[in-house]
């Protein structure tokens, strides 16, 4: 099976902007959780989604969105960008069983100027 | 909230010796499940090993083994005979069945084996 994939890979974004991340989870696997990690704050959970349900969100500003599709791949949205939104933002999925192991993709470097 | 304490910010080990890392965790959940994660230089996470909280018997993949202390709340990685491909941020992570997948992780411990 084909892994997590995540694009764009490297995005450059200025202050105030939008920005769309976009997740490709594992074939047959529902459940989608993004993850922010900073040298600072490490990884933080963001939300995840399971059949197109946010199931668990975390402490983050609603300037941070998500949705996830039919097809089980997976956006997140952030906007009005930050200084302190630079980060790697990662994707991770799993599936609907429970074995609770969750695969990770290579990750969106976002950085904002 | 769950806490997920990682002591050894920096390890090193030499190629073919053992290494233990560190893991404490804050809960007062009976059922959970712990992980331990590497993330290699090209930055992709991969799970190393998992641990069931109910499981009394310490979880073991080829030269990767947990030391899992429920009462004690700890959950130490052990890494046999070193490899330089073993040269990694490492992460633990605790997990509670029924949150939406949601993990804590610590801070991590950045592990590189010298040749």
């Known amino acids: 099976k084909a892994g997590v994939t995540q694009t764009p890979r490297y995005l450059i974004k200025t202050r105030g902007q939008q920005v769309t991340l976009s997740c490709s989870p594992i074939s047959g696997h529902r459940s989608v959780s993004w993850y922010q990690q900073t040298p600072g704050q490490g990884l933080q959970f963001l939300f995840e989604?399971?059949?197109?349900?946010?199931?668990n969100k975390g402490n983050f500003p609603g300037r941070f969105s998500g949705r996830q599709f039919s097809n089980s791949r997976s956006e997140m949205n952030v906007s009005t960008l930050e200084l302190g939104d630079s980060a790697l933002y990662l994707c991770?999925?799993?599936?609907?069983?429970?074995?609770?192991?969750?695969?990770f993709g290579p990750g969106t470097r976002l950085t904002v100027t | 909230a769950q806490t997920v304490t990682q002591s050894q910010p920096e390890m090193s080990v030499q190629e073919a010796e053992t290494v233990t890392l560190s893991c404490t965790y804050d809960?007062?959940?009976?059922?959970?499940?712990l992980f331990w994660y590497k993330q290699p230089p090209s930055r992709q996470m991969i799970l190393v090993i998992r641990?069931?909280?109910?499981?009394?018997q310490n979880a073991t993949e080829n030269r990767f083994s947990v030391n899992f202390q429920k009462a004690a709340k700890s959950f130490s990685l052990k890494i046999s005979d070193s490899q330089l491909g073993d040269t990694a941020m490492y992460f633990c992570?605790?997990?509670?069945?029924?949150?939406?997948?949601?993990?804590?992780f610590g801070t991590g411990t950045s592990l590189t084996v010298i040749p």
């Open positions: 809960t007062s959940e009976n059922n959970y499940y």
């Open positions: 992570a605790f997990m509670k069945p029924n949150t939406g997948n949601q993990f804590y």
């Open positions: 991770a999925s799993a599936e609907a069983g429970p074995s609770y192991e969750q695969y």
């Open positions: 989604y399971f059949s197109e349900t946010q199931r």
């Open positions: 641990q069931e909280a109910y499981k009394q």
